[in-house]
């Protein structure tokens, strides 16, 4: 979803020409029994996308920098696979277990959604390390959980809305209503009432499942934002994805703040033309999450079990890249004692 010093967490980079599928054979085969066993040779990393693909200028960019980081400095020839519509989770779990079988190590789902299709391909590949981001329900020795503290980043991009903010009414745009969404806005909102506790917020969430276009829907975001500004929101940050892109472009539009999620948004070149408007983001690592996974497995000792990344950590955190950041009265100076009083314990932030 990491200051006094700010991060600047994902530079959305050049496309890696993926390898084609290797066409499967009915039966077992003996590149079966190699990847299981661990004896094909590491092509890299298998990455499989969440909902809205490469190119949300968000979560899922922010996975693949981490990729396109460990594929350079490895020399890997690694392999990023897109979701496609309405995809079950059989469609996940062939798509795992394809890049496993071909000898990528490690493959990680990006996003919680895949967390069955994740159980089931390492259970058939146990000597390949997989990865999920966002989840942390599956305890195999062979699958790291990278989670992260997105409540903590959200508090902090509170504290920002609050000091930016001029009619006292600020918004929240939540992909999908989950418990993982919901501690974005929980954060968020603690964030705002801790600093000025008269300040109104709007909480909105685009769709029940992913399946419904919560994640992949600018129009669903615009419309959302749109509706909340309407109601006085001079501020409005959304944790939607690439339904994100639409609440910048409303809040561009009408001359009000947005704040981005999970890559520095106010960096990324597909939204420039609404940058100015971009106040800032509340970031993940999920790019340095795929990368220490990599490289533990690089160096034959493989991230197993939880693996936390949290303010503390540099894990998580909000940028100030936009210099109308540092600009607004009190704004910066806030948030960096909101983020040392989190990092010592003297404010615990609710995620739900």
Not at 166 to 175: D, E, L
Request: overall charge positive; glycine content about 12%.
């Amino acid at each position: 979803m990491r200051r006094t010093r700010t991060s600047r967490l994902t530079r959305t980079a050049v496309v890696v020409t993926g390898l084609a599928l290797a066409a499967t054979a009915c039966g077992g085969t003996s590149g079966d029994k190699a990847a299981s066993e661990g004896k094909s040779k590491n092509l890299g990393i298998g990455l499989a996308y969440d909902v809205g693909g490469r190119g949300d200028q968000s979560f899922n960019d922010a996975a693949y920098a981490g990729m396109k980081k460990a594929t350079d400095e490895f020399g890997y020839k690694s392999k990023d696979l897109e979701p496609s519509d309405g995809e079950s989770d059989a469609d996940k779990t062939a798509r795992l277990e394809s890049m496993a079988k071909q000898g990528y190590n490690p493959v990680i789902g990006v996003g919680f959604a895949y967390a069955p299709a994740v159980k089931a391909a390492a259970a058939k590949y146990p000597k390949i390390s997989f990865g999920i981001v966002d989840d942390s329900t599956i305890t195999a020795k062979n699958v790291a959980d990278l989670v992260f503290s997105e409540e903590q980043a959200s508090y902090l991009a509170g504290v920002a809305a609050a000091k930016a903010t001029k009619s006292n009414v600020v918004g929240f745009v939540g992909g999908v209503d989950v418990p993982l969404i919901h501690k974005f806005g929980a954060g968020f909102q603690q964030g705002v009432k801790d600093t000025n506790s008269k300040i109104k917020v709007i909480p909105q969430y685009l769709t029940e499942t992913p399946a419904e276009g919560g994640f992949s829907s600018p129009d669903k975001g615009k419309t959302a934002a749109e509706g909340q500004i309407e109601k006085g929101a001079d501020v409005v940050y959304h944790a939607a994805g690439l339904s994100g892109q639409g609440v910048i472009q409303a809040a561009a539009a009408h001359k009000v703040w947005a704040i981005g999620v999970d890559s520095d948004q106010y960096q990324q070149e597909a939204l420039a033309k609404y940058k100015d408007y971009i106040l800032t983001s509340a970031t993940k690592d999920v790019g340095g999450a795929v990368y220490q996974l990599a490289k533990s497995v690089k160096d034959g000792k493989p991230l197993s079990g939880v693996t936390r990344f949290d303010l503390k950590a540099g894990g998580v955190g909000i940028t100030d890249t936009n210099p109308k950041f540092k600009s607004i009265a009190g704004l910066a100076d806030a948030v960096a004692k909101a983020k040392q009083d989190i990092i010592d314990g003297k404010i615990t932030v609710a995620t739900k």
